[in-house]
């Protein structure tokens, strides 16, 4: 079946430790996505790529960085200089092109305390 | 700036037909893009407008005046599972960069 995957579901960790979030797709998709989504909140664009060692910065990528090494693959890591990082961490990808349809993967969890 | 603006909350009852209303104010704009998200879930698309008018698929529509900035999503025959966020998106270009909503909460009641 093809989809997205994110792994793990839920994430715990300490203040001041990075974290490194994963996103897989096989969905052939040149497109990836990393939003954000805070309680009551809609999604908010952390960073974005449409092909393969190329991305851009969203709104919000102060604290965070990715790569896009291979196509299935944009992993997302959360730094210690991110303030608030404690959020629900949705990837998404989408064909090139303006349809305005993106698949998204089912989201982690993270709790840093 | 940019900014989409839609109910908070809205309520229901089963058998109902509901319109979930977007405004829009953003710096490019090719089209209107809604979502659905259940509690804790991953976000699903339902429908997109590039062009103004409607658009329907099953239950639900869509519709799109660009020259009024605003679009809707009209859920038919409402059931509980409808119970849901609801997120309108614009598309700013053509890279498929989508600007969300801060969504709509429903609430589908018996």
């Given at each position: 079946d093809g989809g997205i995957t994110q792994s793990p579901k839920y994430l715990f960790r300490k203040e001041g430790q990075n974290v490194t979030l994963s996103c897989e797709q096989n969905?052939?998709?040149?497109a990836m996505y990393w939003y954000r989504q805070d309680p009551g909140q809609g999604l908010r664009l952390i960073y974005y790529s449409q092909i393969v060692n190329d991305f851009q910065k969203g709104d919000i990528a102060e604290g965070y960085s990715v790569s896009r090494e291979k196509k299935e693959s944009f992993p997302l890591t959360v730094t210690?200089?991110?303030?608030?990082?404690?959020a629900f961490y949705l990837c998404a990808s989408s064909n090139p092109g303006g349809s305005g349809e993106q698949y998204f993967g089912p989201g982690t969890r993270l709790t840093v305390t | 700036g940019q900014s989409l603006e839609q109910p908070s909350e809205v309520t229901a009852v089963e058998g109902a037909i509901v319109q979930i209303n977007c405004t829009y104010q953003t710096s490019g704009f090719y089209g209107l893009s809604w979502y659905q998200q259940h509690d804790g879930g991953a976000p699903t698309f339902l429908s997109y407008n590039g062009l103004d008018g409607l658009e329907e698929t099953g239950r639900f529509s869509s519709f799109l005046s660009r020259s009024d900035s605003y679009g809707y999503l009209l859920l038919q025959e409402l059931q509980m599972k409808d119970s849901a966020s609801y997120f309108c998106a614009v598309?700013?270009?053509?890279?498929?960069k989508l600007i969300f909503g801060t969504g709509t909460l429903l609430a589908v009641q018996p």
């Open positions: 969905l052939n998709h040149d210690s200089a991110q303030k608030n990082p404690t | 598309l700013g270009g053509a890279t498929n």
